[in-house]
């Protein structure tokens, strides 16, 4: 297999040599480095990942292909939205024959059908060292001579983008949660319809005033949560209302916005499987998928709002949780997919708030 030859630059003018296995055309975005051993299929259909541009720290990407479209509830089981969200993807090693028993094609196939650049044959560990020393960057992939413009996408509102145009409702269970699809991920949909729930999925920025639900949760999504403003605006209203709300990764910041906290970019964003979280009110540690750039202001939030969580390694907000009404939100994903899965019992407190607020309301 020849690959053809290719370079990343970088907005300071740092080029470096490489080779193209995915669709051979110029990209650029926020230059961005995940952990993950596995679970490429998901994080390259993650809406969070929209404008960024992938690299993989691990070393051997590819091998096991990518999985058969298979659908449950009608959403594809084995991805995390029906495309490719991110502008590319870099790694050292690509395994072009992949092997796998659910495998429909290579991921350089999938990338090439996608239209989405890949990169191989680069020092991804001598990347993510540049990556944590200047922060997150804008970089572009050139593989062919046609002018290509650096993409900044926190500059824009880019949850539109991602966002459902119109609502759709998915089950027909007991509690009707109100899903806020700020770019969700379809596994958040999948362990709310397996406890019993009807999802209503609605865009970003729809009226929610007048609709009929039990509760809402508020998906994750890419880019500064500032953008969001009709939707801190829509739950400002809904928090004047004793109905549980849900937050996950954007989700957090859009509720802390709401309740008058503060945001600011990280230096490079959490981006990996296996970042520690401590419970603030028992001590246990848990291993947690975090994909964000952006965080909570600690010295920001409101005195009727208590930490639910903190990030072990620079002790950044993990999660929140109001004093008396039933509102809580947390800057990972519990319902992570490919792991790991040791939060995803908050789904669980989410539904036992909802129990508890319908029977309050029947006395």
Not at 145 to 173: A, L, R
Not at 334 to 363: H, N, R, V
């Amino acid at each position: 297999m020849k690959l053809q030859k290719s370079h990343l630059e970088f907005q300071d003018g740092t080029k470096l040599e490489a080779k193209s296995f995915g669709f051979e055309g110029n990209t650029s975005g926020e230059l961005v480095f995940y952990t993950a051993m596995t679970g490429y299929p998901e994080s390259l259909t993650d809406p969070s990942y929209y404008g960024q541009i992938l690299v993989a720290t691990y070393p051997l990407i590819g091998n096991y292909g990518v999985p058969k479209d298979s659908f449950n509830d009608n959403l594809l089981e084995y991805y995390e939205s029906n495309k490719i969200h991110c502008k590319g993807i870099i790694i050292s090693d690509y395994s072009p024959k992949e092997s796998h028993w659910n495998s429909k094609q290579s991921l350089g196939n999938w990338l090439k059908d996608q239209k989405i650049p890949g990169l191989c044959c680069i020092d991804t560990r001598e990347l993510t060292k540049k990556l944590r020393d200047q922060g997150s960057a804008l970089a572009k992939i050139v593989i062919d001579d046609q002018e290509t413009e650096f993409y900044n996408p926190n500059s824009e509102n880019i949850v539109d983008k991602v966002s459902t145009p119109e609502k759709i409702v998915y089950g027909n269970g007991k509690y009707r949660v109100l899903l806020v699809d700020c770019g969700v991920k379809t596994n958040i949909i999948r362990c709310l319809l397996s406890r019993d729930c009807t999802v209503v999925r609605v865009p970003w920025d729809f009226d929610f005033s007048e609709e009929d639900y039990d509760a809402i949760l508020l998906s994750n999504g890419p880019g500064d949560p500032k953008y969001c403003e009709i939707t801190i605006n829509n739950l400002r209203l809904a928090m004047k209302e004793d109905k549980p709300i849900f937050g996950i990764c954007l989700g957090n910041q859009l509720l802390a916005l709401a309740a008058g906290a503060k945001t600011y970019k990280l230096k490079y964003g959490h981006r990996s499987h296996n970042q520690g979280i401590i419970s603030e009110s028992t001590d246990k540690c848990y291993i947690s998928s975090q994909n964000h750039g952006y965080a909570i202001d600690r010295s920001s939030l409101p005195e009727d709002w208590d930490i639910l969580f903190s990030n072990i390694n620079d002790n950044t907000i993990e999660g929140i949780k109001h004093k008396t009404k039933p509102f809580f939100s947390v800057q990972f994903h519990p319902e992570a997919c490919s792991g790991p899965t040791d939060t995803e019992y908050l789904f669980d407190d989410f539904i036992k708030l909802i129990k508890k607020c319908k029977a309050d309301e029947k006395e």
